[in-house]
């Protein structure tokens, strides 16, 4: 089966611009989650869906972060405008109940 | 979420058994410990986990001690690409939130 896959693997925009990431999660996986490592720092929860709904998003860091499962499939996580703080790799996971998480290989993000 | 404590790195000579430990006293009845891996800008890799009871798996082997405080994750003949970032996490199951919270994790480093 398809891994957990994540679109772009990079990106650099420069600060105040607007970036969408895209984690398209295991077929049939209703948990989804979003995590981000900063330079230097652990790997941080941003927020979990169950299907199209937003289970716990208390580790989003701010309101221009914005995350969507629309139709309870594929994600976006939507950063505007950036700022050069959000540089880092965002990770994507997926479960199917309490199963364990698999994660993507991540989008690194560049803001300048 | 229980803490987990782990120690910052080690090494291990290829072909021998890596022994990982984590330490998490303040464990509760219902969490599990869960196992991850980073290599290198790779997504974290799901190893093994259990409750309560010693489990193994193709990866590896999970002993968790009988107060359930501390556990140690065997990879019993370690190669080169072994060598990666190793979390230890517990894994509370409360309705359906259920993220993982991921420490500095212990950096194995596999040599000839």
């Known amino acids: 089966e398809a891994g957990v896959t994540q679109f772009p693997s990079h990106s650099v925009i420069e600060k105040g611009q607007t970036v969408t990431l895209r984690c398209d999660p295991i077929?049939?996986?209703?948990?989804l989650y979003w995590y981000r490592r900063v330079m230097g720092k652990e790997i941080k929860f941003l927020l979990h869906f169950v299907k199209e709904s937003k289970q716990d998003e208390s580790g989003m860091p701010n309101n221009r972060f914005l995350a969507e499962r629309t139709g309870g499939t594929y994600s976006t996580l939507k950063v505007q405008p950036a700022e050069l703080e959000d540089s880092g790799v965002y990770f994507c996971?997926?479960?199917?109940?309490?199963?364990?998480?698999?994660f993507g290989n991540g989008t690194r993000l560049t803001v300048t | 979420d229980a803490k987990t404590t782990q120690p910052p790195s080690m090494d291990c000579a290829e072909g021998r058994a890596a022994n990982l430990p984590c330490n998490h006293s303040t464990i509760s009845g219902n969490e599990y410990v869960y196992w991850y891996r980073q290599i290198h800008s790779q997504g974290p890799q799901y190893i093994i986990h259990g409750l309560k009871n010693n489990e193994t798996n193709e990866m590896a082997s999970l002993i968790i001690t009988e107060d359930r405080k501390s556990s140690t994750l065997i990879l019993p003949h370690a190669t080169l690409r072994d060598t990666a970032v190793y979390y230890c996490?517990?894994?509370?199951?409360?309705?359906?939130?259920?993220?993982?919270?991921f420490g500095t994790g212990t950096r194995l480093q596999v040599t000839l």
């Open positions: 996490i517990v894994r509370i199951y409360t309705g359906t939130a259920s993220k993982l919270t």
């Open positions: 077929s049939g996986h209703d948990n």
């Open positions: 996971a997926s479960s199917l109940g309490y199963s364990p998480l698999h």
